[in-house]
């Protein structure tokens, strides 16, 4: 885990997001990014675009080690360098260099007004009660002592020097990203504040932060952060308009709505902007989705009048062309708008079991589960993704639990008996697919894996007698005609 101690709670807000009809075209050279209109005038532009990636993984000094951090900061680094950024990497330096290899990259490329900074750092986070109802944040270089030892505060870097390099610098976006939890006053937002338009948000400075956690929660090794993190700008999931951008704002509501449901609620991702007039009037921007609009053409505007009902509706469709990807984003923005929607998380998550992203589908599964602890579907297909998982203990119970909702579910009955002939134990399987068979007398892959059980219990007859079964309702059955050949050479050994 990513240690994260004494945190106080930020009050943030989640901010309300509108889409404007402006046009944002990237140009290759040193991350120049225009924001056009749709009249053709370019309305923002910048110059360039750097990011520091920090990873701090090997520490020495009593926390412990990160080992899933140093992907983190290739995985980053990556993302980064796709968004067109020109990337510098800090893995597991000290204090004094990483402060020196901070403030070196802010000397070397904030300098100019028109640029856009990332600094992101994954590593330990801690927090210190100094007293007088005043805490502080830190991030931890690899060589700081845990935060009980006199000298951490003298060995690590307060969120206050954030403050200081973020007013210092001139470059007029900065987006820090902590993959850590801590407690400060530096950041926040306004309550149901609405984005201004494009143009104004890439004109207007701004200093935004975002923390992968919450006070008081922890961030473990393997980070469902950083995952998140790349899918809302490589696949562009914080961009389910297709505007062909990302701001801060949009990007800090994603991650705090996926990262909470995929840590079960164990992690609320914080985000917002610095406690200063004059740096809080813009937002940054990504440019997102691969293909970028042309120049002098307008995004179509979306349709916020769009209620959940009708997003699930949508989802639903792509579903049924299994265009997953589009789907999850339908089905996730309804959640977003009714976060109660059990049937939503139940098709995100069958869209997810069928990108074989199985433990996505569990989490959704869950919550769906959570929402209606009645509906016998949403068990069979957890059950599913445990058994894709090879997990097949807990794949039987959610497929037993399935056939006390609903005694009449030929397909969890027939799922189950998978499950026991995964295990071997061939006798319940029988039991199973006989009753699987009972109920849906035209089930054909049932009498296959019937057969499959009595021919791995050496009972021959019955097994050829179920293989044949099967291709009387099913022909095709080819793996009924393989298994077919199989017994019949096999009882006449």
């Not at 990237?26 to 110059?47: K, M, N, P, Y």
């Amino acid at each position: 885990m990513r240690r994260v101690t004494g945190m106080k709670r930020f009050y943030m807000a989640l901010m309300v997001l509108v889409f404007f009809v402006f046009t944002i075209t990237a140009q290759t050279r040193g991350g120049e990014l225009e924001i056009v209109d749709a009249g053709g005038t370019v309305v923002g532009r910048f110059g360039e675009a750097h990011a520091l990636v920090i990873g701090e993984s090997e520490y020495t000094n009593g926390w412990g080690r990160l080992p899933g951090v140093k992907e983190d900061v290739a995985a980053v680094g990556q993302l980064f360098k796709e968004l067109g950024f020109n990337v510098v990497t800090l893995e597991n330096v000290n204090r004094h260099y990483l402060r020196n290899g901070i403030e070196d990259f802010l000397h070397e490329y904030g300098y100019s007004e028109d640029s856009r900074l990332i600094i992101y750092f994954a590593g330990h986070g801690a927090t210190l009660d100094l007293g007088r109802n005043r805490k502080m944040g830190y991030i931890v270089p690899v060589d700081a002592p845990l935060p009980e030892a006199r000298d951490f505060s003298n060995r690590a870097i307060p969120m206050s020097q954030f403050e200081t390099w973020a007013k210092n610098t001139k470059a007029r976006h900065i987006l820090f990203i902590f993959d850590s939890c801590f407690s400060g006053t530096v950041f926040s937002t306004t309550r149901s504040a609405v984005s201004p338009a494009i143009d104004r948000l890439i004109n207007q400075p701004v200093r935004q932060f975002i923390t992968s956690g919450d006070a008081n929660e922890k961030v473990p090794d393997t980070s469902i952060f950083r995952r998140q993190l790349e899918y809302a700008l490589r696949d562009g999931l914080a961009d389910p308009y297709k505007t062909g951008y990302v701001s801060g704002t949009a990007l800090g509501m994603f991650l705090y709505e996926t990262v909470a449901n995929y840590s079960n609620g164990k992690q609320h991702p914080q985000f917002g902007k610095l406690n200063d007039v004059d740096l809080d009037k813009g937002d940054f921007v990504f440019v997102v989705g691969g293909k970028r609009p042309a120049s002098g053409t307008s995004t179509p505007p979306p349709t916020p009048q769009l209620s959940a009902q009708e997003h699930y509706d949508r989802g639903e469709a792509l579903r049924k062309q299994e265009i997953w990807d589009s789907a999850i984003a339908e089905y996730s923005t309804a959640i977003r708008l009714n976060p109660r929607y059990a049937n939503a998380y139940f098709r995100r998550g069958t869209a997810y079991n069928n990108k074989r992203d199985y433990d996505r589908a569990i989490v959704d599964f869950t919550e769906a589960i959570r929402l209606n602890p009645n509906y016998s579907g949403t068990y069979n297909n957890r059950g599913l993704a445990y058994f894709n998982k090879n997990d097949y203990d807990r794949a039987i119970v959610d497929f037993t639990e399935a056939i006390r909702i609903n005694p009449n579910y030929a397909l969890a009955y027939y799922n189950r008996g998978i499950a026991y002939n995964n295990k071997r134990d061939y006798d319940r399987a029988i039991v199973d697919f006989t009753e699987a068979i009972r109920l849906n007398p035209d089930f054909a892959m049932a009498y296959n894996n019937r057969g499959f059980a009595y021919f791995n219990k050496n009972d021959y007859d019955r097994a050829i007698a179920d293989y044949e079964a099967a291709l009387r309702i099913d022909p095709t059955h080819t793996r009924a005609k393989n298994n077919l050949e199989i017994a019949r050479k096999a009882r006449g050994r």
